[in-house]
């Protein structure tokens, strides 16, 4: 069965990069018809969508995160990775890596699985 785990600090500095990589057993990131996305839960609030990377190498953000996310991968390694410039404090939460297909949805965050189990990041001086 496929398995997601997420990987990186806890806590980043105010301005810096956050790197987030998410690491998939089971099944392969270029298997037809998957996307692998990242979504995050800022204390106190719902979830909140990131970005993904597809089965092609393809990838889409958020609008409200464009400017700032990017997603890249290591087919080599299994692996897909966050890159969040400029972070605030606004960005502390937990951070998921999930797959997605073409029944995903984006804006109800609904039909994603599996999940990884999240890694809490603080951004904070």
């Known amino acids: 069965q496929v398995q997601l785990q997420e990987s990186g600090p806890g806590l980043v500095k105010p301005s810096q990069t956050l790197s987030l990589t998410c690491t998939v057993s089971g099944g392969s990131i270029t298997a037809n018809y998957y996307y692998w996305n990242w979504i995050r839960r800022p204390p106190g609030k719902g979830l909140e969508y990131i970005g993904y990377?597809?089965?092609?190498?393809?990838?889409y953000y958020s609008p409200s995160l464009e400017s700032r996310a990017s997603i890249s991968r290591d087919t080599s390694k299994n692996q897909f990775t966050l890159h969040l410039s400029s972070v605030t404090p606004e960005d502390t939460a937990v951070y998921y890596c999930a797959r997605g297909d073409d029944d995903s949805d984006y804006v109800r965050l609904t039909g994603f699985g599996p999940w990884g189990q999240g890694t809490q990041v603080t951004v904070s001086s």
């Open positions: 990377i597809a089965y092609h190498g393809n990838t």
